[in-house]
């Protein structure tokens, strides 16, 4: 059986979204090829994960997490299904040691877990998806996707995924509170199919906001936004993202690129930025990385790695609920050696990688554009 060519569809958006400084040159140093630097870990499967606060023992599947460090426990939080029908989705909080992390144990030990995020208003209603745990100054953050109102409504084909974003208590660590769901502007949320891969990057006073909305012109589009503007609903404050840059186009060989997990702070104003591809033949998920500045209203890719960084070869990121997918969502410096990483691991798992940091500069120094 042949593969099916899929043209690339004309972009209707293509000026109604700025580009960002080195757009051009990204899209022609990259590469469908792959040299992977992610040394694996091991993972952590459902049947050995309990939940605390819910009347099933385990998560037919626990995957997508994101994580914090705080001194020697890795506070990972994971999206989770408790059932296929409608593969309604929560998201949940474990603490392990570090050390189990990084020493294999997580291949063999139990954990326990309690849900933190469940499904409460329009904007997740169907499920609360892919979590983006970070720090902004001192605040902790959580990015979500959620399944809207609007989901399953074959009538309605706008506004189906939204990204929400809640805040960890100060007091209770355990407890977060849901404070912004993040729209376009205008006409444009009119015409947007979905919003995902989402989370806010703080750079001295500037906020910005690193999205993938996928527009009725049936593309997906990277991009940032540099202002925002604050409207107040009554269930949660609306945030509309203005002034959108677009970071990259996908290769051809591509379906769509995504941001993976919060990127690591290098430099004054600079993050290196991890970003997934989706390629038209298998649909297999693979992951790359950018040098993006951040400079006031200029949004610039410094540098980009000409090849992927990581793609789908251990059984579990092969064989899952959605084969051939690994999808980062957790970032964490360890040292000025090492960062870690989580990732779900086939729709199914969870994962942990490191990158030495040596070997990804190296792979961005390939694609130094400024």
Avoid at 73 to 88: F, L
Wanted: aromatic share 12%.
């Amino acid at each position: 059986m042949s593969p099916r060519r899929v043209k690339p569809r004309p972009y209707k958006y293509h000026e109604v979204f700025p580009k960002a400084n080195g757009f051009r040159e990204a899209s022609e140093i990259r590469l469908f090829e792959t040299r992977d630097i992610v040394k694996r870990l091991g993972v952590i499967s459902p049947n050995r994960v309990f939940i605390n606060n819910y009347p099933i023992s385990n998560p037919p599947a626990i995957f997508n997490a994101s994580m914090l460090l705080e001194g020697e426990t890795a506070k990972v939080y994971a999206r989770i299904i408790v059932g296929y029908y409608k593969y309604v989705s929560g998201i949940v909080e474990l603490e392990l040691p570090l050390e189990d992390i990084l020493s294999g144990n997580i291949n063999l030990n139990y954990y326990a877990s309690r849900i933190v995020i469940s499904p409460s208003s329009k904007y997740d209603l169907w499920g609360a998806e892919d979590p983006r745990t970070y720090r902004v100054k001192d605040t902790v953050y959580m990015t979500y996707t959620g399944r809207t109102i609007n989901f399953f409504n074959p009538a309605i084909r706008i506004e189906r995924t939204l990204p929400v974003t809640a805040i960890r208590d100060e007091v209770d660590e355990h407890k977060w509170r849901k404070i912004y769901v993040h729209r376009l502007p205008g006409e444009l949320e009119d015409e947007m199919v979905s919003n995902k891969d989402a989370y806010i990057v703080g750079i001295g006073d500037n906020k910005y906001f690193f999205h993938r909305p996928h527009m009725i012109d049936e593309n997906y589009y990277l991009l940032i936004g540099k202002e925002w503007r604050r409207d107040v609903s009554d269930e949660i404050t609306e945030i509309i993202v203005e002034n959108n840059i677009e970071i990259m186009r996908p290769l051809k060989q591509e379906d769509k690129l995504g941001w993976s997990s919060p990127p690591i702070y290098y430099r004054k104003n600079k993050v290196i930025a991890f970003i997934h591809g989706v390629d038209r033949q298998i649909g297999a998920y693979r992951v790359f990385a950018a040098e993006i500045e951040l400079d006031g209203n200029d949004v610039a890719v410094a540098a980009v790695t000409p090849r992927y960084i990581m793609e789908p070869r251990e059984s579990y990121e092969v064989f899952g609920d959605r084969p051939y997918t690994i999808f980062p969502c957790g970032t964490a410096r360890l040292n000025k050696e090492e960062v870690l990483i989580s990732y779900g691991a086939g729709d199914f798992m969870i994962g942990f990688g490191l990158i030495k940091m040596e070997d990804l500069l190296g792979e961005l120094d390939k694609g130094r554009i400024y």
